[in-house]
């Protein structure tokens, strides 16, 4: 007999089925999860509305809703209630009912990109974010991880990426791309290696670069051999993505950051290289260590620190007049503004194209595409989500520019989408790409 396979309920059914009880170990979570930091940013806002001006998703549509603070007062009035209140309180207090859960879902996922521009321009400080994605790890907690977002963390749970790329076809694919490129370059030396042990680093990308984009791929394989590194890829693990990041499922995310770690020993590696992916970066740099409670931190670089870096020493040289339109640079907000990688992708444009001109406002200042967060895979929430694009189209417009460039595979899509809506008329290319275009020979 076939197989047959259970078709998952929709988001508005299993929230229909939810038992009532489970609300009750929703508050429960909301208490386990809530660490001082956290109670204390709940705590501690003003209600001064400067963070609405910060928001990409206010900018383009005035209503209430989008204000940060009033996404935080959401999980604000259920801990204050609920949590931290007295008995009476408690009973007095708004909790979690359907209606609630509904308006949870719509604002910390369909209004939040996770961008974190409210919390750089917060008075008192407040990491806004990180109190969203424990209001949405409360949802999860619930199942009730909005369509395309949890079918998306699903498979990465069940095939080891977020595209259900399987090891063979990995394998496969990289071995006809590295035919293609000593085609391509007439050098049978280029390499994309595969399990190789003891190199220089362990090079983790996107699962959408061999599988729609491969020229990204491709051009950190030129950059690296170019620069002489000795790098590896892994057969069982290469996923640089965490969608478990975006719902707050910290236990889970740590599954997935430790697959690397387990991948980097097996290979004995002892950097780990991120491919240009924004939350890629933010959490297997930054937060995997505390979820994997690592007493000795690896070391984990972004590729633009490890290209900028050949460049600086002149292990590779780049010729600009092969890029001779105009370029401009979209900062991610999980690279820039979160994780710290900010000049890199700079040095090295500057290095590979003619002309380099810069969006207003930029670097941890930048507007948010409207691609983080898990937005492109909610369809829900696209509508708004290219609505809100309207204030990086406009920042792009303004610039005048040909080609606009990305380190972030999540903004490219974003981008790729905004362009077309909008009409921009530009071409989006991947960092590396651009770089890899103005290689020549030493």
């Known amino acids: ?61 005035r209503d ?24 009476r309180t408690r009973r007095a207090a708004p909790g979690l009912d359907a209606a609630a859960i509904r308006e949870w879902a719509d604002a910390l996922y369909g209004r939040c990109t996770l961008c974190g521009r409210c919390m750089v321009n917060c008075t008192m400080g407040i990491q806004i974010p990180t109190v969203i994605r424990k ?15 949890d079918s998306t963390v699903a498979l990465a749970r069940e095939t080891g990426n977020t595209m259900g790329i399987t090891r063979e076809d990995w394998v496969e694919t990289t071995a006809w ?20 042990s003891g190199v220089d680093f362990l090079y983790a990308v996107n699962p959408r670069e061999p599988k729609f984009y491969p020229l990204t ?9 170019a620069a002489g590194r000795s790098w590896t890829l892994s057969s069982k693990a290469f996923d640089v993505t965490n969608y478990a990041y975006f719902i707050g499922d910290d236990a889970l995310a740590a599954r997935f950051a430790a697959r690397l770690r387990e991948a980097m020993d097996e290979l004995n590696v002892k950097t780990l290289v991120l491919s240009e992916c924004g939350h890629g970066f933010a959490s297997n740099r930054w937060e995997a260590a505390a979820w994997l409670s690592e007493k000795i931190g690896r070391d984990v ?46 040095e090295i444009l500057r290095h590979s194209v003619r002309q380099f001109v810069e969006m207003t406002p930029n670097r941890k ?42 380190p972030c595979h999540n903004c490219l899509d974003q981008l790729a989408e905004l362009n077309k809506h909008y009409k921009l008329g530009v071409d989006i290319k991947s960092v590396l790409e651009i770089a890899a275009e103005a290689l020549f020979p030493k």
């Open 1 to 61: 007999m076939p197989e047959i396979k259970t078709i998952k309920k929709s988001w508005a059914e299993r929230l229909a089925d939810l038992p009532p009880d489970r609300l009750k170990t929703a508050i429960q979570t909301l208490a386990d999860i809530i660490d001082a930091p956290s109670a204390d940013g709940l705590e501690s806002c003003v209600r001064c509305g400067l963070c609405a001006d910060s928001c990409h998703y206010f900018l383009d549509d």
């Open 64 to 87: 209430l809703r989008n204000i940060p603070a009033a996404k935080l007062n959401l999980v604000i009035r259920v801990f204050r209630g609920q949590v931290a209140g007295s008995g």
């Open 135 to 149: 209001g949405r790890a409360v949802l999860a907690s619930l199942d009730l991880i909005p369509d395309g977002l």
């Open 177 to 196: 791309l590295e035919e293609d490129l000593r085609a391509e370059t007439s050098d049978p030396s280029i390499r994309l290696p595969m399990d190789a």
């Open 217 to 225: 791929l491709t051009a950190a394989a030129k950059l690296f051999h």
């Open 301 to 346: 670089r972004s590729v633009l620190e490890v290209v900028a870096e050949d460049i600086r020493e002149g292990r590779i040289r780049l010729d600009p007049g092969r890029n001779p339109k105009t370029y401009t640079l979209h900062d991610p907000c999980q690279l820039v503004r979160m994780g710290g990688v900010i000049e890199e992708q700079r």
């Open 365 to 406: 200042d930048n507007y948010c595409c409207g691609g983080g967060g898990g937005q492109l895979s909610m369809s829900l929430y696209a509508p708004r989500r290219k609505s809100a694009g309207r204030i990086k189209a406009e920042q792009i417009a303004r610039t005048k520019a040909q080609v606009v460039a990305s």
